[in-house]
């Protein structure tokens, strides 16, 4: 046996035997760094630039109970399905001929540890060292996690390293804790390789031949194997995570993503924490906390043995306390021979943590005091791993810190640990630590009598600390946010079940999300590229919060119709995968033909001045986008948005199963968004066909659909041109022939073809019902009920959508509830009940002249179009005395998601019952004084 296979099995022999029993497993707690808490309903705006380094630098938060359950379920199982894997790839590994894989891998040792441990520890789960040879740079599970500076000069050690050593092992090894996958920065060969770095002797070949027709000789060399082992990717999870379930975090690597939409600097670290400030709850950094935790190990501070020691030092005094204190980080190791690294362990220092890092540096001594704490690290985690076994909870911290106590990371490079109980340590400066000659006693004077020193730390999280320390908001909006709250499911938890677990959605009338809305944007997100503020994922976020806390208003949610579960609001990002910078005009010839030198092909930068770059800028990221829409370009940019709403519905009916069958699907659109969808639903199905119905069972990447793989029951227009569209296309708005909504069937005779028109009519849109929100104030919006018939929409008032916030317009005492569902006006009819008499009859040329026949016509039109016979609905926004309306109308056409009228609006009308019968008093259509003579106004029946 060789001299490094021996110190190996010492080494890991020793460790065992140090160990009387496992230590007492972890309540570890998973950590996310966002400006964004994923579980407030309320949770603010992310600053403006999420480009400067403090954005990040901001204190972890928790996730909930119920998300860390899962997270920890989820990490435990991930370790076994890698543990498997492990053991698979070693098999095929040992298999091949010529040995590429080095004689045995990490899981040979696990077995081993198995067979000397008895069946019955393999049931307790897989061991933290098999968890570490993943083959996934930023992996969690499968490499030390230290502070930035420290990641950069952190030698890794690779899964086969280790397989050197455990060729050689006895079978009363314990499993290995060298193997280390690969690091995001650089490799490094192990530490324990390096006891022997003579290089390795040449395998004896079966044969030696010179007949170059049989490559039995080239085996070793085949690189085809080896790209076939690189293929095979090794195990990950995802778990959805957060109050609405709209993120999930990545395992091994542990980073925080969206789920539904592309990351818009919005992705997180996640860390498993193990140690925690006593004083704040926050984690301890990543390092910092193993070395804890391999203190803790090597004092084995849960036995009574321990609190015997610490009775005993507090009698003796100061020396008897100086003899309890651990080094938080081992002294720099002395070199020693590499041909005797047994007399290493076999020292005076018995102490576990200082035997194993002078194992790792014995070869090959730490230049700089980083590469030193590294390996003290790596110990350290060996250590721990050690300890569990291989079928024991995992106490190791995971993770990248990115923040400390005070802000700061912080390693305590020479400071003392004394701890204290079974779960708590004090963390001391060298001025605070124990000495006999200044009489310090700080276990003795302050620790037992409960005074400040140090820094205390936890081993374990405690909820209760966290709640009392970090109290939950309160108030009526939050409570309206949490009775409004939306909830998406997931294969791991149902909706029907998670209530009675998780306390954050205890509260839910309707977590259950029954409709869902999707938000297509406008002109302008190119410009987001740029400055992230302007994103339409930011303004959508806040846009869902505020739904959440209007579908929890009480006067909202009693018209809600029977069976209505939550809403849940997701963006439709299409500009982001489209890029118009391929040049301007190009001959059609193919691609493949050589360039003609006469042709001259240049690009939007070429023409572009360099003078106002500023300007420019916003007016080629914002306004060319109306004119990329109205040229050849104009099919990709309705693919896009096609793709992406199919993209983002197949998640969700994956993730909520049934809702194919039983949700419905609204939509949204802003600006040039509108303009679109009106195209796209001009061509849309009547109703989607059925081998389309289920879209999980759909691969988008092979059939492409050229619609929605839904049916849209309502569309709302926000800051909409699409009139303008439908006049430059002489065309004009109609209803889908056969259309199921509520108002055909309910009226049979209005579908007929002089009333409504067929798919591929441009303006015969196959919705239930279309809503064109105005903002007096935006100079891009326009009116629609022109569109369907300008004589009828003429006859009627123009509609307002009555305020939720009280002003001039309205009488003292007139209540909120009283404007929406009351059916009170901004322009009130008279105050008194008797019908004013008619000032004179209708002449009969006055009534040969009106066309009733048209009127009727309308009307059905209207009324198929929008169940509350109207189409235009004018918002109130800004207003004032002293309001300057041109400075008022720069921010109006962006304005929309912030506007509680709107909001309100699109819950109530997604939320109602379908037909006329569900409207509200407070939108329907009412008319004019017509035909002329006819005094009062008349409600459209």
Not at 109 to 127: D, H, I, N
Not at 525 to 538: A, D, P, V, W, Y
Not at 588 to 595: I, Q
Not at 599 to 626: A, H, K, Q, Y
Request: net charge neutral; proline share 9%.
């Amino acid at each position: 046996m060789s001299s490094s296979s021996r110190a190996a099995n010492q080494y890991a022999q020793f460790i065992r035997e140090s160990i009387s029993e496992p230590p007492p497993a972890i309540n570890a707690r998973f950590f996310y760094t966002s400006p964004i808490p994923i579980d407030d309903p309320l949770s603010p705006l992310p600053p403006p630039s999420s480009s400067t380094p403090s954005t990040y630098r901001q204190p972890p938060k928790p996730f909930s109970e119920y998300d860390n359950t899962a997270l920890d379920r989820a990490w435990h199982d991930l370790r076994k399905k890698i543990l498997q894997w492990n053991e698979e790839r070693g098999e095929k590994g040992s298999s091949q001929e010529g040995s590429r894989v080095r004689p045995r891998t990490t899981s040979s040792l696990a077995r081993q540890e198995r067979e000397k441990r008895g069946s019955g520890s393999a049931s307790r789960g897989p061991g933290t060292p098999k968890a570490r040879a993943i083959q996934h740079p930023p992996s969690g599970l499968s490499h030390v996690e230290g502070s930035p500076g420290e990641d950069a000069d952190m030698p890794e050690v690779l899964p086969s390293s280790a397989t050197e050593l455990s060729g050689s092992m006895d079978s009363t090894t314990t499993g290995t804790p060298f193997a280390r996958a690969p690091s995001r920065k650089k490799l490094d060969p192990s530490p324990l390789q390096k006891f022997d770095d003579r290089p390795a002797r040449p395998q004896v070949r079966k044969q030696d031949t010179y007949q170059w027709e049989d490559s039995s000789h080239l085996a070793e060399q085949s690189p085809a194997p080896a790209k076939r082992r690189q293929a095979e990717k090794s195990p990950m999870a995802k778990v959805a995570v957060g109050i609405s379930r709209l993120h999930h975090v990545e395992m091994p690597n542990l980073q925080m993503t969206p789920i539904y939409w592309a990351p818009v600097h919005d992705t997180a670290e996640v860390i498993r924490a193990t140690w925690f400030y006593k004083d704040t709850m926050l984690p301890v950094e990543v390092p910092v906390a193993n070395m804890l935790e391999a203190g803790y190990i090597d004092l084995q501070c849960w036995t009574e043995t321990w609190k015997d020691e610490l009775n005993s030092a507090v009698e003796v005094g100061a020396i008897g306390e100086m003899k309890i204190v651990h080094k938080l980080w081992p002294e720099k190791p002395s070199k020693a021979p590499v041909s005797r690294p047994a007399s290493i362990i076999s020292g005076q220092d018995r102490s576990i943590l200082g035997a194993a890092t002078s194992v790792l540096t014995s070869a090959e001594p730490p230049e700089t005091v980083e590469q030193q704490r590294a390996k003290a690290v790596e110990a350290a985690c060996d250590i721990i791993d050690i300890s569990t076994g291989p079928g024991g909870a995992d106490n190791r911290a995971h993770g990248n810190t990115t923040y400390g106590r005070a802000g700061a990371v912080r390693h305590y490079a020479t400071c003392g640990v004394i701890y204290s109980d079974d779960r708590d340590a004090t963390i001391l400066k060298p001025t605070l630590l124990p000495s006999s000659y200044y009489g310090r006693r700080p276990l003795a004077n302050y620790i037992r009598k409960g005074h400040a020193i140090g820094i205390p730390v936890t081993r374990g999280f405690d909820q209760s600390i966290w709640d009392r320390l970090h109290p939950p908001k309160k108030g009526a909006k939050m409570a309206k946010a949490k009775q409004g709250l939306a909830v998406s499911e997931t294969a791991a938890d149902s909706t029907s079940a998670r209530p009675n677990t998780d306390p954050d959605i205890s509260s839910s009338e309707r977590p259950h999300v029954t409709d869902l809305v999707l938000v297509v944007h406008g002109i302008g997100q190119k410009l987001s590229e740029r400055m992230e503020s302007f994103h339409f994922t930011h303004a959508i976020n806040a846009f869902r919060r505020e739904i959440m806390v209007e579908c929890g208003n009480r006067e909202v949610k009693t018209h809600f119709r029977t069976g209505m579960g939550g809403i849940m609001t997701l963006p439709i990002n299409w500009r982001h995968s489209l890029s118009f910078e391929e040049g301007g005009y190009r001959p059609d010839n193919s691609s493949d033909a050589p360039p003609d030198p006469a042709v001259n092909e240049f690009t939007l930068r070429d023409i572009t001045p360099d003078t106002l770059p500023s300007v420019r800028g916003i007016v080629s990221d914002v306004m060319l986008d109306i004119p990329y829409y109205m040229s050849h370009h104009q099919p990709k940019m309705i693919a896009a948005v096609i793709k992406e709403a199919n993209r983002v519905y197949r998640l969700w009916c994956q993730n909520n199963p049934g809702f194919a069958q039983h949700g419905k699907v609204h939509i949204i659109a802003h600006s040039l968004g509108s303009v679109m969808a009106i195209d796209i639903l001009s061509k849309q199905p009547t109703i989607v066909p059925p081998h389309l119905a289920d879209p999980t069972k759909l691969d988008l990447d092979v059939e492409e659909p050229d619609h929605f793989l839904f049916n849209t029951r309502n569309l709302f227009l926000a800051g909409s041109p699409a009139g303008f569209f439908v006049l430059l296309r002489r065309s004009q708005l109609r209803p889908r022939i056969d259309h199921p909504s509520a108002e055909a069937l309910a009226d049979p005779t209005s579908n007929t073809a002089s009333i409504c028109g067929e798919r591929g009519q441009y303006g015969c849109i196959s919705v239930d019902n279309i809503y064109n929100i105005i903002n007096g104030y935006d100079p891009v919006a326009y009116q629609m009920n022109a569109t369907v018939d300008a004589d009828y929409a003429a006859s009627l008032r123009k509609a307002h959508v009555p305020s939720n916030t009280p002003s001039y317009w309205f009488p003292a005492g007139t209540s909120n509830a009283s404007r929406w569902f009351g059916g009170y006006s901004v322009h009130p009819a008279p105050a008194t009940t008797v019908q004013p008499s008619l000032s004179r009859l209708p002449s009969n040329v006055e009534l040969e002249i009106h066309d009733f026949t048209r009127e009727e016509i309308a009307e059905k039109r209207m009324t198929l179009l929008n169940d509350n016979g109207q189409i235009d609905y004018f918002v109130k926004y800004g207003g004032g005395t002293f309001e300057i309306q041109y400075l008022t109308m720069l921010g109006a056409h962006s304005a929309y998601w912030g506007l509680k009228d709107f909001i309100r609006m699109v819950v109530v009308e997604v939320g109602r019952k379908g037909g006329k019968d569900g409207t509200l008093p407070g939108l329907r259509a009412v008319k004019k004084r017509t035909p002329r003579g006819l005094g009062g106004a008349a409600t459209v029946k």
